[in-house]
């Protein structure tokens, strides 16, 4: 039995979803599968595995069988996974309610020590816009950060340079980019002028990323704008979605106060990729380089949390705390990003658990964890993980786990500025407005004066003029979501 043979995920019901719940799934995926609207690479094999899915599945006696046979397979696979991970929740046990009930789970997942300690080999596309706004500090800042990661790479990587404004053009070829005379010749050629057409960028990009594309190392593009797409958002987040099953993650840098930070988030996230902004070019170099440097301590790409939750449970959010903070989305499987060989990936998942009938234990979720591991002839050994909690008619009295009520809390000052946002947006201004006060007294009280400042600031532009800028929307997004970073909160 492989991991491309575990039924339950091919539908993506749990292991105790009833022969109705699997039969809705198996409708649904052939549907979605049918070869008659399915002829690319693979389709036809996938359709016939939902097939057999079904068939074994909706069969009580084969459905047994294969249970008995995936336990024990995920014993051995547990034995020699590449990785090892720990769940915290944020009760020990369930109060049984006629009600529903938010809970957490604080995921964390390391690689195992025996994996290889090399440096991998990176296939970078660097995607840097070139329109008009980018005239000046901004563009002579990124040609030196440019330089300064060609200064960097090793023997088998392969950076590519691609720049777009209402077109893209490959600026600087993976051959020339070993070549620093001829690179910073093609470099200075760099003019700003035009629009801004993303999707031309990420299409270049991605291009020349798969010409050089490889298991054994990381595949990362970097998109670097500082404004708005115009007409070609679906054509971006169609190309991160094909960036996501290929194991290509995206990493986003806006500059300024007119880059789409939504669509930035939304490249990002899908691919397990972070978003970094910036309010000066003068930090554009130390960015661009902390991004690179991170790359070359990676051990594992692509790591991926997959599976399904029990019937009762349903995925509201999750957010990565660790390495890069970022919100993931409510739906499995999910891109974590890249495991780095000293440190771990920290996700924040919020559950509801519906109103639940008598039983002493609930199984919440059956995941799969797996990712890429680096280095030539490193396969992936996918790690198994079943959630349970026990379920009482007493309720818990201890608190939650510290590591959980520290990142709600941080977390939470992230979703004020959202809601306030959110609530301008549909001309709730005094709603929003009293939400930012409140924002920055709990800012004030957490020693973060200039964020409470700019938080007060919006609030009272909100009461006058009914908008929030531009420039004080990022200011408090990332600034708010920059908080659960290690340096700031102490953890790690």
Known sequence: MTKELDFYTLLGVPRSASVEEIRRAYREAAL????????????????????????????????????KGLVEHEAE????????ARVIQSRRKLLQL??????????????????????PPINLALVLDRSTSMRGARLDQLRSAVIKILQSTEHGDSTSIVTFSDRAEL???????????????????IQASGG???????????????????????????????????????????????????????????IGNDFSDRLLDD????????????????????????????????????????GAVAPQVDL????????????????????????????????????VIHPIGKMSELTLAHFTIDGDILGKGNNSVALPLQVRIPVSTEPDTDPPPEQITAALSQISLYRMQEKARHEAELGQSGQAARRLENLATQL?????????????????????????????????????????????????
């Open 444 to 492: 004030l009280a957490n020693g973060e004066k200039e964020l409470a400042k700019a938080a007060l600031s919006e609030a009272d532009r909100l009461t006058h003029s009914r908008r929030l800028s531009s420039e004080g929307e990022k200011v408090l997004k990332y600034g708010t979501r920059a908080l659960l970073l290690p340096a700031r909160t102490g953890d790690s």
């Open 196 to 254: 801004t057409e993303i999707g031309q960028g990420l299409r270049t990009g991605l291009n020349e990323l798969e010409k050089y594309f490889s298991r054994e190392g990381i595949n990362h593009l970097i998109l670097f704008t500082d404004g708005r797409t115009y007409g070609d958002e679906d054509e971006c987040i169609e190309i991160a979605e094909y960036c996501a099953s290929k194991g290509i993650t995206i990493h986003g840098i806006g």
């Open 32 to 67: 979605r599968l049918h070869p008659d609207k399915n002829t690319g690479p693979g389709d036809t094999e996938l359709f016939l595995k939902v097939n057999k899915a079904y068939e074994i599945l909706s069969d009580l006696d084969q459905r047994a069988d294969y249970d």
């Open 171 to 189: 600026v600087v070829t993976p051959d020339q980019a070993r070549d620093m005379s001829v690179a910073r010749a093609r470099l200075s050629l």
């Open 316 to 351: 509201r959010s999750s957010f990565r705390l660790l390495p890069e903070p970022m919100p993931l989305g409510d739906s499995l499987p999910m891109n974590l990003g890249n495991l780095p060989r000293d440190g771990v990936v920290r996700v924040l998942l919020e559950v």
């Open 77 to 84: 696979l547990s034995a020699r996974a590449s990785f090892k």
């Open 267 to 306: 490249l990002a996230s899908r691919t397990g990729g972070s978003v970094a902004f910036l309010d000066t070019p003068q930090a554009i170099v130390s960015v661009m380089e902390g991004i690179f440097e991170a790359l070359g301590r990676t051990v594992a790409s692509r790591l991926r949390l997959e």
């Open 98 to 119: 006629d009600e529903p009930q938010v809970h957490y789970l604080l995921l964390d997942v390391q690689p195992n020590a025996d994996l290889p300690t090399i440096r």
